[in-house]
């Protein structure tokens, strides 16, 4: 078992670099179509994360989901309990029943406006998904016990943010709280918060630690290049690869 993760690993890490550059490809690319017809330079497109997941997919079914289906964009809605529907970003499905649902974002610029709300987007899903298989509409259509201990769906979260300057600068308080901030939020400079690099890394600890998610990483990603580093992914490719072995070898 552990020679195939690695030897999964190696090839995931071997083209991970150039799915990143091809990801900064297509999301420049839907830039200029969309300046082009608005006269605004805003991406038109998230399909820019395609090559991410199809990277994934490849992965997760050679780690032994090979007979699962996946779903993508807006096939991959599933039903809420606080809400109606929720397209996630990658869905697998087997023999009828969802095993796994994972989120795949990229946060790139405006970080001081948009931080906040990638990190409620990211709970919001995971506690409306948790909630629909313990009380909604997906209770019934998840992997049946056998023994294995597998009778959830996996979740998991993986963020791509850009590697630059701004991503890896402390920033000031932008107002005064009322009470004081989580010591871990705050800086060593006087006034300043860590990192928004450093800020997801946070996220990804505590989200994984408060049962939010299964598990979830965060890939640092150089620009419009293969340069990249990241955090947790090793442990993020290993639970993926766990869950997907074991549920296989339940048949």
């Known amino acids: 078992m552990e020679r195939r993760f690695s030897a999964l690993k190696e090839a995931f890490l071997r083209d991970l670099g150039p799915a990143l550059a091809e990801l900064w490809r297509m999301r420049q690319e839907a830039r200029e179509k969309s ?6 330079g805003e991406a038109a497109s998230g399909r ?9 997919v490849r992965f997760l079914r050679e780690s032994g989901l090979e007979g699962a289906e996946f779903y993508t964009d807006r096939r991959a809605a599933l039903p809420g309990y606080f809400r109606p529907i929720k397209t996630w970003d990658l869905v697998v499905v087997r023999d009828g029943a969802l095993v796994m649902a994972l ?8 970080y001081g406006n948009n931080f906040n709300n990638r990190v409620e987007e990211a709970l919001g899903s995971a506690v409306d998904l ?20 597998v009778v959830k769906p996996f979740r998991g979260w993986l963020m791509v943010l850009p590697w630059e300057e701004a991503t ?21 400079e006087d006034n300043s918060l860590v990192s928004y690099a450093d800020r997801y890394k946070l996220f990804v600890q505590r989200t994984v630690l408060k ?6 990483a965060l890939i640092l990603s ?6 990249y580093s990241d955090y947790n ?6 639970k993926l690869f766990a869950y997907s072995w074991t549920l296989a070898k339940s048949d």
């Open 233 to 238: 992914l090793d442990v993020f490719l290993r």
């Open 35 to 40: 300046k082009e017809k608005s006269g605004r």
């Open 130 to 149: 948790r909630t629909a298989l313990v009380e909604g509409a997906l209770r019934e259509y998840v992997p049946q016990g056998t023994g294995t201990g």
């Open 211 to 216: 049962g939010h998610y299964d598990s979830a």
């Open 168 to 188: 890896e600068r402390t920033t000031k308080v932008p107002f005064t709280p009322l009470f004081p901030l989580d010591p871990a939020f705050l800086a060593e």
């Open 48 to 56: 820019h994360m395609d090559p991410l997941s199809a990277l994934l």
């Open 103 to 110: 989120e795949l974002k990229s946060h790139i610029g405006s």
């Open 222 to 227: 150089k620009p419009h290049s293969e340069n």
